[in-house]
């Protein structure tokens, strides 16, 4: 399975990130696969953001639930990640992810990554 993150490396501040994970190798309606984007910005640690099922349900970090939506498509076997109204601090490396195991919060069983993407939101 793999992953690949795509979308604009620039965003001005106030405006909507968009991102899409397309995968390849699997399906995105794999039953009990979760869907999910995680970001790293300069200087932090991981922060999962939130999560799409197989079946469509999603699910969202409480410190990104306000901001973030997250939707599919099926016919092209991908996903994507909308962040509204950004800020400088929403500059961050992207990653999408697949999760099979889910006996645990994420980011347990987390087993396919995708190599990330850089946005830079501007002031």
């Known amino acids: 399975v793999a992953l690949l993150e795509s979308g604009p490396g620039l965003v001005k501040s106030s405006q909507t990130l968009s991102l899409t994970c397309t995968v390849s190798?699997?399906?995105?309606?794999?039953?009990?696969?979760?869907w999910s984007w995680i970001r790293q910005s300069p200087g932090k640690g991981l922060e999962w953001m939130g999560a799409?099922?197989?079946?469509?349900?999603?699910y969202y970090s409480p410190s990104f639930s306000s901001r973030t939506s997250i939707s599919r498509d099926t016919s092209k076997n991908h996903f994507t990640l909308q962040v509204t109204s950004v800020t400088p601090e929403d500059t961050a490396v992207y990653f999408c992810?697949?999760?099979?195991?889910?006996?645990?919060?994420?980011?347990?069983?987390?087993?396919?990554w995708g190599k990330g993407t850089l946005v830079t939101v501007s002031s």
């Open positions: 992810t697949r999760r099979q195991d889910i006996r645990g919060p994420p980011p347990y069983g987390m087993d396919y």
């Open positions: 190798g699997g399906s995105i309606t794999q039953t009990y696969s979760h």
């Open positions: 799409i099922t197989y079946s469509g349900g999603t």
